[in-house]
């Protein structure tokens, strides 16, 4: 159960858009429209921000959009505000042998 | 509102077991699928194990199989997770999490976690 590739890091002025990528195997990501994301601040618990690749929960800002193509998914936050500053986490289904794998991790900083 | 408060973390020595509790208020927990969700110190998420809104399924990662058993207690809203052999490396916060079906990982609430530490 290898976990899904994520760029350590993500930075952006206010206002700019970021994009982060979540990259696994056609075993999970590309196997399945199960990937969401997952924003932590420090201390906190998890929130949930995207889930079926592209679908935003209630209260989640249009700002946050995902999209998948092959074995990547990608998280876009557009217009940067400062508290979007946290770490994001990807996740997918991974069929029955491995059920659950997260991605390693992004940290986005607002410059 | 929902609310899931997991307990029964402490520190342990090697070898030793602990169980872990989840208790969840606030919505028909006998119809959703549960999760645990491990977090390292300054490391990142990892799956640990899921178990179906009846029980009747069970899953496990890698790292654990073997050691930890997921159940749960509908007449009591009540998840654990009976962890043996402890090892070093299961030293984390330990989360539970719903999802409404239990492969979509699609976890809408967590718990704040109770910190596990293994250590002589």
């Known amino acids: 159960q290898s976990a899904l590739t994520q760029p350590p890091s993500a930075s952006g002025s206010p206002g700019q858009s970021v994009t982060i990528s979540c990259t696994g195997t056609?075993?999970?990501?590309?196997?399945?429209?199960?990937v969401s994301w997952y924003q932590q601040h420090p201390g906190k618990a998890p929130k949930l921000m995207i889930y079926e690749v592209s679908k935003r929960p209630s209260g989640v800002p249009d700002r946050f959009s995902g999209s998948k193509s092959g074995n990547t998914a990608s998280l876009t936050v557009t217009g940067l505000q400062a508290e979007d500053e946290a770490d994001y986490y990807c996740s997918s289904y991974a069929g029955s042998n491995n059920f659950g794998v997260f991605g390693t991790g992004t940290k986005v900083t607002v410059l | 509102q929902v609310q899931l408060v997991e307990s029964g973390g402490g520190v342990v020595q090697p070898g030793r077991s602990l169980r872990l509790s989840c208790a969840a208020s606030?919505?028909?927990?006998?119809?959703?699928?549960m999760h645990w969700v491990r977090q390292a110190p300054g490391k990142g998420l990892e799956w640990v194990a899921v178990?179906?809104?009846?029980?009747?399924?069970?899953y496990y990662a890698d790292s654990v199989k073997g050691r930890f058993t997921i159940s749960r207690d509908n007449s009591k809203n009540t998840l654990y997770l009976q962890m043996n052999s402890l090892r070093a490396e299961d030293t984390a916060i330990y989360y539970c999490a719903r999802c409404t079906h239990a492969w979509e990982l699609r976890f809408d609430y967590w718990g704040l976690g109770t910190q596990v530490t293994v250590s002589s």
């Open positions: 606030g919505f028909p927990f006998g119809t959703y699928g």
């Open positions: 056609s075993s999970d990501v590309g196997g399945y429209n199960y």
């Open positions: 178990i179906w809104y009846d029980g009747s399924d069970k």
